[in-house]
């Protein structure tokens, strides 16, 4: 239920942006690896991402909305 409405949240505020790199299913993943503690580099070469993204993400730039 919680990821159906994060899902709602982010697609009315994004409307479905199509220059998205990133959907929320792989950032909620992204996030629990972090908890996880699993370094930016490991889980930027996991998902062919610039490990910057995975330190935006980290340091709350970019998809802070999402709370796991």
Do not use: C, F, Q
């Amino acid at each position: 239920e919680n990821k159906n409405n994060l899902k709602m949240k982010r697609r009315n505020s994004l409307k479905y942006n199509k220059n998205l790199k990133l959907d929320i299913e792989t950032v909620i993943s992204i996030k629990g690896r972090m908890k996880d503690g699993e370094n930016n580099t490991l889980i930027a070469k996991s998902l062919n991402l610039d490990p910057s993204t995975i330190s935006n993400i980290r340091t709350g730039k970019t998809w802070s909305d999402i709370i796991i």
